[in-house]
T-cell receptor
Framework: DSGVTQTPKHLITATGQRVTLRCSPR?????VYWYQQSLDQGLQFLIQ???????AKGNILERFSAQQFPDLHSELNLSSLELGDSALYFC??????????FGSGTRLTVV | AQKITQTQPGMFVQEKEAVTLDCTYD???????LFWYKQPSSGEMIFLIY??????QNATEGRYSLNFQKARKSANLVISASQLGDSAMYFC???????????FGAGTTVTVRA
């Protein structure tokens, strides 16, 4: 157990739907990162939050949004889902530069 | 912008032998970090080793060592005494000095044969 908890582990949904992925960082980590791993795009950084504030943004679609709550857990919201959004979504947390710990991921399948 | 290149899509290695996974990078950032992660078939991302751009010595962690050649912008991973459990996808990644997001290479699949 890495200490970073992601739920759910698997999600199957239809096109056009909206889903929420949840991440609880390791105890004490203030930074949360979201990554998407797909067959065609590889591993891509989506967004980072630090202590509740958005810190950096990567290749995140406008249909996607995220937030970090006061208890430091984070949610990634994916809406108007398309087949191409099917991917493994990782959350990671870090207190510093190299202490980067990934959760086990949420596998999203859009049908 | 940072770019990581892994040119070996897949490799086979005999059990107990060593294997080297290639990674080259490009960045204009004077300070950066280099990482290697392992992703087994179960999907989780497992941190293996880290090298800072100003570290004088190559990083080592158990059977993993990072062959860091700064002038050549390469950060190859060496796995010694390969085990069947080493069969997985391996990713090279880097981060810059002012942001902690990781840029990943395409990955190399390693298959260890008995």
């Amino acid at each position: 157990d890495s200490g970073v908890t992601q739920t759910p582990k698997h999600l199957i949904t239809a096109t056009g739907q909206r889903v929420t992925l949840r991440c609880s960082p390791r105890s004490g980590d203030l930074s949360v990162y979201w990554y998407q791993q797909s067959l065609d795009q590889g591993l891509q950084f989506l967004i980072q939050y630090y202590n509740g504030e958005e810190r950096a943004k990567g290749n995140i679609l406008e249909r996607f949004s995220a937030q970090q709550f006061p208890d430091l857990h984070s949610e990634l919201n994916l809406s108007s889902l398309e087949l191409g959004d099917s991917a493994l979504y990782f959350c990671a947390s870090s207190p510093a530069l190299y202490g980067y710990t990934f959760g086990s991921g949420t596998r999203l399948t859009v049908v | 912008a940072q770019k990581i290149t892994q040119t070996q899509p897949g490799m086979f290695v005999q059990e107990k032998e060593a294997v080297t996974l290639d990674c080259t990078y490009d960045t204009s950032d004077p300070s950066y970090g280099l990482f290697w992660y392992k992703q087994p078939s179960s999907g989780e991302m497992i941190f293996l080793i880290y090298q800072g751009s100003y570290d004088q010595q190559n990083a080592t962690e158990g059977r993993y060592s990072l062959n860091f050649q700064k002038a050549r912008k390469s950060a190859n991973l060496v796995i010694s005494a390969s085990q069947l459990g080493d069969s997985a996808m391996y990713f090279c990644a880097m981060s810059g000095s002012n942001d902690y997001k990781l840029s990943f290479g395409a990955g190399t699949t390693v298959t260890v044969r008995a």
